[in-house]
């Protein structure tokens, strides 16, 4: 039997889309491998948000080619997906109808699919040893290159007719990620999603909400919703010439929003106790959306969302489509209905033109927001971003390095104070998982918490009430009670 491993970076879509890879290969006849060395087929899921992330994959790539020269063994079938991808394809020597092996066998039961059978993505000059890349849309082509490369029927009786509706193989019961959406419409300067993943397109709401009750029938007692941009899920089921007029319905009470129905209809499902949704962007924010934290009884009081500068001028450049003034008022609302409601954010430190008091004016929005988290990143080029082609990378790195550092400690201050508020309490945790004798899992409004174990029986996925006790640093300690 096949063996495969998958390795995944990046943000929570990337993990439930390797989730989708996952129940394919299972159904197809491979086996899971626990480390790359084991496996036949390496697939890496990867992220162009960070340098960082793009330069571990480079890095793991020379690390497999080295290795396989050491043991003279041949090589592993290794492939790319997620957004480092810009088109499926294969490597020449599986597309050259006059190598020796091609001559000889023929697939006649696999139909060529038309796009596909090419070496066209620019990964393939940069990593020669590389077999494939697969667009994670285009994850239902999976099996037809995997036939090509092994030269035999790789199939199962799934239908995985397009990317929404393929299923996921999931990690753990007790927590389900459900992608409701995928692609963004917005193209932010910055951002290379709308050129990976396209248009925005939304699923059916009857899709999604029998996937929450499978879930839920198999254990999850928290369902997390997936989407480039979840808060605005059904834009294609509007008039997008309408969606604008729309919002303004659904932020006067007058109608309610698609993503506020589907919201609604998974609260109904008996026996779940969590929802979360992630990522939502602010211009799309409406008022039911983030009414629906406290009219829907299973929605949790934390939000996600994406500031990025403090600076109007900042957002602008961006082509974000919001001001500082309204993720303000979007926040100040939030805490006014729930002062525990936690808020996490991402910030760019060093965009493209950000001046001094351009960045002093993030310095601001921390102080006056007092973020539960944030995930700073320092501006970096990505290629194939509107910002690459007019925008120079005109801030220094030492600068950056200052900024992000500024940032970072008044967020620790931030995340003291707000974790301040949580000490005596206690609260519900949901059981993630356990280290050195003590369990740890998340409160609702997502703190992490850790606390000894007891005799009393108790597993990963429980629900459980603990005393909070102290603060330590990014976490909270606490007791059963
Ligand atoms: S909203 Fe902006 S940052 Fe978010 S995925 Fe779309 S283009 Fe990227």
């Not at 394919?24 to 006849?29: D, E, K």
């Amino acid at each position: 039997m096949r063996k495969y491993f998958i390795q995944t970076f990046g943000c929570q879509m990337n993990q439930a889309d390797s989730e989708k890879v996952n129940m394919i290969l299972l159904q197809s006849g491979f086996m899971k491998a626990a480390k790359w060395q084991d496996a036949d087929l390496i697939i890496f899921n990867t992220c162009s948000v960070r340098q960082k992330w793009e330069d571990r994959v480079f890095g793991l790539v020379d690390d497999i080619v080295k290795a396989n020269k050491k043991a003279g063994k041949q090589k592993h079938v290794f492939g790319i997906t997620g957004c480092m991808v810009r088109k499926t394809g294969m490597n020449k020597s599986y597309l050259d109808e006059d190598t020796e092996r091609n001559k000889a066998k023929k697939i006649e039961y696999i139909e060529e699919k038309e796009g596909i059978y090419n070496h066209d993505d620019k990964l393939f000059p940069r990593i020669p040893n590389l077999d494939f890349t697969l667009r994670i849309e285009e994850v239902k082509y999976l099996n037809f290159i995997l036939s090509r490369i092994y030269w035999e029927t790789i199939w199962n009786d799934s239908k995985f007719d397009d990317y929404l509706k393929s299923k996921q193989l999931r990690e753990n019961n007790f927590s389900a990620s459900i992608i409701v959406q995928t692609g963004c419409d917005n193209y932010c300067t910055f951002c290379i999603v709308p050129f990976t993943r396209g248009k925005e397109i939304s699923r059916e709401r009857q899709e999604i909400l029998s996937e929450c009750r499978e879930a839920v029938e198999s254990g999850a007692k928290e369902i997390t919703l997936l989407g480039q941009n979840v808060n605005s899920y059904g834009k294609q089921f509007v008039d997008k010439k309408l969606w604008n007029e729309e919002k303004s319905k659904w932020n006067d009470g007058i109608e309610t929003s698609p993503f506020w129905e589907l919201l609604r209809d998974i609260n109904d499902i008996e026996w779940l106790d969590r929802i979360r949704f992630t990522s939502s962007n602010p211009h799309d924010m409406t008022n039911d959306i983030l009414d629906s934290h406290f009219d829907l009884d299973k929605t949790c009081n934390y939000l996600h969302f994406a500031l990025q500068s403090g600076s109007n001028e900042m957002l602008k450049r961006m082509n974000r489509k919001h001001t500082y003034d309204n993720f303000k008022a979007q926040v100040e609302y939030l805490r006014s209905k729930d002062p525990l409601f936690s808020i996490s954010t991402d910030i760019i430190v060093g965009y493209s033109g950000e001046t001094e008091e351009m960045f002093q004016e993030t310095v601001n929005a921390f102080k006056e927001l007092d973020f539960d988290f944030v995930y700073i990143a320092r501006y970096s080029v990505r290629p194939g971003t509107i910002a690459s082609k007019i925008y120079p990378d005109d801030v220094p790195d030492s600068v950056k390095a200052e900024r992000w550092h500024t940032l970072n400690n008044i967020l620790l201050e931030s995340i003291q104070k707000r974790n301040g508020l949580m000490v005596g309490r206690e609260e519900e945790i949901l059981i993630t998982g356990e280290r050195d004798n003590q369990w740890f899992g998340r409160t609702r409004n997502f703190k992490e918490v850790f606390f000894e174990k007891t005799s009393e029986e108790t597993k990963v996925g429980d629900l459980v009430k603990v005393k909070i006790l102290e603060i330590d640093r990014w976490v909270l300690r606490g007791e059963r009670v």
